[in-house]
């Protein structure tokens, strides 16, 4: 899996979890946690959906990389 795939799997999966946020504009070294106001359980959801779908498990110890699209679409794409 690239970045791009990795990217697309993570925005739509972000959508469905925040389906109010405007992604179209979200920078992609941007904090989308704090831009759409994601509580710890809406993250969790996130991750867990991303392990469902890309089979890539995302460590607790490791959230504090992947707090932005593009620090997320890398780690996603480097271990799937």
């Not at 992604?23 to 759409?36: A, I, S, V």
């Not at 890309?54 to 620090?71: M, R």
Request: aromatic share 6%; proline share 2%.
């Amino acid at each position: 899996m690239n970045d791009a795939e990795a990217r697309e799997i993570i925005v739509e999966i972000i959508a469905d979890v925040a389906p109010d946020a405007d992604l179209e504009d979200l920078g992609g070294d941007e904090n989308f946690r704090e831009r759409f106001g994601l509580d710890s359980m809406d993250f969790l959801s996130i991750v867990e959906d991303i392990a469902d779908q890309t089979g890539v498990e995302i460590p607790e110890s490791d959230y504090d990389q992947v707090q932005s699209l593009d620090a997320m679409s890398a780690y996603v794409a480097d271990r799937a």
